[in-house]
T-cell receptor
Framework: AQSVSQHNHHVILSEAASLELGCNYS??????LFWYVQYPGQHLQLLLK??????LVKGIKGFEAEFIKSKFSFNLRKPSEQWSDTAEYFC???????????FGAGTQVVVTP | EAGVAQSPRYKIIEKRQSVAFWCNPI?????LYWYQQILGQGPKLLIQ????????DSQLPKDRFSAERLKGVDSTLKIQPAKLEDSAVYLC?????????????FGPGTRLTVL
């Protein structure tokens, strides 16, 4: 069965520290990859997405992600965290033509001042 | 542009009772999704509509869950009867069209507690 794994459930870091969240999936075919974010009290919103082309994609608020096909990974990064980045981050993988997404369990990130 | 609307935001019921959730997608969005998010897990797709037709309901527990999208706009998700394990946040999302490269826009969700 297809699955999406996020390596860390909780991450605590200080402002200005760098962030990297891991995401691995199990599917051998073509995939569409997404990172969604849920800020406290808000609904899920798209952070960035990858469909094809340059495997390094940039999203909103300084986030970027790198698709490494050989490792079935789509890791999220940000070089310098801000307190406002405190949120829950979800990796999602689409494997069919209808747009069905499979989500990881999420990583709760807390950025301390 | 108005986002995806859902109501109610919170609902508390006792097991074996019935409950219904409502979703109004972004105007013009043909595709509508219902997800279930249990605490500590990511959202899990329950059902996907393309206009008013069902595209995927493979993970919908059809013995107790039902959903409809009349006229291809608003949608309702019903649980009858509810079980304790149905406690979750029910998310509605919509996208312009179906397809793997389309962004899904999520509503605020309905938090259901079954006692």
């Amino acid at each position: 069965a297809q699955s999406v794994s996020q390596h860390n459930h909780h991450v605590i870091l200080s402002e200005a520290a760098s962030l990297e969240l891991g995401c691995n999936y199990s599917y051998g075919g073509t995939v569409n990859l997404f990172w969604y974010v849920q800020y406290p009290g808000q609904h899920l919103q798209l952070l960035l997405k990858y469909f094809s082309g340059d495997p390094l994609v940039k999203g909103i608020k300084g986030f970027e992600a790198e698709f490494i096909k050989s490792k079935f990974s789509f890791n999220l990064r940000k070089p310098s965290e801000q307190w406002s980045d405190t949120a829950e981050y979800f990796c999602a993988v689409g494997t069919d033509s209808w747009g069905k997404l499979q989500f990881g369990a999420g990583t709760q990130v807390v950025v301390t001042p | 542009e108005a986002g995806v609307a859902q109501s109610p935001r919170y609902k508390i019921i006792e097991k074996r009772q019935s409950v219904a959730f409502w979703c109004n997608p972004i105007s013009g969005h043909a595709t509508l999704y219902w997800y279930q998010q249990i605490l500590g897990q990511g959202p899990k797709l329950l059902i996907q509509f393309q206009n008013n037709g069902v595209v995927d309901d493979s993970q919908l527990p059809k013995d107790r869950f039902s959903a409809e999208r009349l006229k291809g706009v608003d949608s309702t998700l019903k649980i009858q009867p509810a079980k304790l394990e149905d406690s979750a946040v029910y998310l509605c999302a919509s996208s312009l069209v179906a397809g793997g490269r389309n962004t899904q826009y999520f509503g605020p969700g309905t938090r259901l507690t079954v006692l």
